[in-house]
């Protein structure tokens, strides 16, 4: 699987973004999703997750209630819309698959990654 993030750019504190994440090669449906995203100088962290059927997600405690994750298998897209953006949000967001059931948080666990997107929210 082949996955291309794009959607990022500069926004307001309290302001919304959608980032996709479209893919090509395998078949997309049968791949667990998530977002992670990586801030200067930290780690990279887990934001959320989906299921190959779209029916499960799961999301970081930081981005709950204002961050959501769906996909449309039809199209091979996923995607991740963030509302309420906050200044701490800003970071290179990834897209990441693996084929495997349910909903994976763990980094290690993921087979393909997309190049990165930069989201930067501005107080």
């Known amino acids: 699987v082949q996955l291309q993030a794009s959607g990022g750019g500069l926004v307001q504190s309290g302001g919304s973004l959608r980032l996709s994440c479209a893919a090509s090669?395998?078949?997309?449906?049968?791949?667990?999703m998530g977002w992670f995203r990586q801030a200067p100088g930290k780690e990279r962290q887990f934001v959320a997750t989906i299921s190959a059927s779209g029916g499960a997600t799961y999301y970081a405690d930081s981005v709950e209630g204002r961050f959501t994750i769906s996909r449309d298998n039809a199209k091979n897209t996923g995607y991740l819309q963030m509302n309420s953006l906050l200044p701490e949000d800003t970071a290179v967001y990834y897209c990441?698959?693996?084929?495997?059931?349910?909903?994976?948080?763990?980094?290690?666990?993921?087979?393909?990654w997309g190049q990165g997107t930069l989201v930067t929210v501005s107080s």
């Open positions: 990441a698959a693996a084929a495997k059931l349910g909903l994976v948080s763990a980094e290690n666990r993921y087979d393909y």
């Open positions: 090669g395998r078949i997309f449906s049968n791949h667990v």
